[in-house]
């Protein structure tokens, strides 16, 4: 029987390696997996039947009754916020608490990593309400989601001057602090005039993890939900295919640990801190990050009614369980 060709779009995570090179295949799907564009085809190319999408989309897309896509939990990205928070090198803010009063610069305002960013201040005791946000991009000209302030945003939210991006405005003094999940080239030069806020951030996440239990989830994976009701089996064959080309990436890591030079002391203090697993897949493991995410997109007035995440899976779990 020929298989049901499948194209998914998303990031070349390493974790998710051998699914892009064949040697995990989901069972009964030709997969087509483009990592070239970003997100950007999950949402804008027709013929891209789903793949990795943002968190706080897919929420608030719930919470508004959009229904186009099925989410599974699946989640490629897990990120702590703390070594976000960048600063001009020789600046000093002394923590989180510190940002009240100050100007920080986010490149969107509902995204995911920024939705993250306010909840990690909001645990942390800080009234983001206090904090002059500005939006522009982190580097290069604004685009579509990234760089410019919704419409509706809070009246403490404005757009960057035009023409500059939050590197421009960090280094000019403009802005107090620059948040980025994804580094600036710059920031990796010996003496890069960008430095973290909180210098020893490891520790930070360390004692984040200790009293919350998880790593911020990101993004997911979700499908087009005409695929899904044609085909509801495509569940369970891609978060097998998911699992096991996550499993064999870290076989293959520990094996030829030469991502950098001291990975192999990485992996052990990662084990030891977080176990076998670090980017658990499911949704009972994920529970209490996505509780706390839709409470916190609440407490952003990016929704008006929190979501509750087990109805936002409930089509993956009714669908999962009859075809197994």
Not at 20 to 49: M, S
Not at 78 to 91: E, I, Y
Not at 177 to 200: H, N, T
Request: hydrophobic letters at 45%; glycine letters at 8%; a negative charge.
């Amino acid at each position: 029987m020929a298989s049901l060709s499948v194209t998914l779009a998303g990031y070349p995570w390493d974790h998710l390696t051998p699914l892009f090179t064949g040697e995990i295949v989901p069972e009964g799907i030709a997969l087509t997996y483009d990592t070239g564009r970003g997100l950007g085809p999950v949402a804008d190319d027709p013929a891209c039947h789903g793949g990795e999408g943002s968190v706080g989309k897919f929420m608030i897309d719930t919470a508004q009754g959009n229904t186009d896509f099925v989410a599974l939990p699946i989640f490629p990205m897990f990120a702590f916020r703390h070594r976000c928070f960048l600063v001009k090198r020789g600046t000093v803010i002394s923590d989180l608490k510190a940002l009240e009063g100050k100007r920080v610069g986010l490149d969107g305002w509902p995204n995911s990593g920024n939705t993250w960013t306010k909840i990690t201040l909001m645990q942390a005791g800080v009234d983001i309400w206090k904090i002059d946000w500005i939006i522009a991009p982190i580097e290069g000209p604004a685009d579509a989601g990234h760089g410019t302030a919704p419409a509706d945003a809070p009246a403490n939210v404005h757009n960057g001057p035009a023409g500059k991006s939050l590197v421009d405005l960090l280094l000019a003094g403009e802005i107090d602090v620059l948040v980025a999940a994804f580094m600036p080239p710059a920031f990796f030069a010996p003496d890069s005039p960008i430095v973290p806020m909180i210098s020893d951030y490891r520790a930070a996440e360390k004692a984040y993890y200790a009293k919350h239990g998880y790593i911020p989830a990101h993004h997911l994976l979700k499908l087009r939900r005409a695929v899904v009701e044609a085909n509801p089996w495509v569940l369970g064959s891609l978060m097998k295919a998911f699992t096991a080309a996550k499993m064999l990436s870290y076989q293959r890591r520990q094996h030829y640990a030469d991502t950098t030079p001291w990975l192999l002391a990485e992996l052990s203090e990662t084990a030891a801190v977080f176990g076998d697993d670090w980017q658990p897949y499911g949704l009972e493991p994920n529970l209490p990050l996505l509780t706390d995410f839709c409470q916190g997109q609440l407490q952003q007035r990016l929704v008006t009614k929190a979501v509750d995440p087990a109805a936002a899976f409930a089509d993956y779990t009714r669908l999962a369980s009859a075809t197994r």
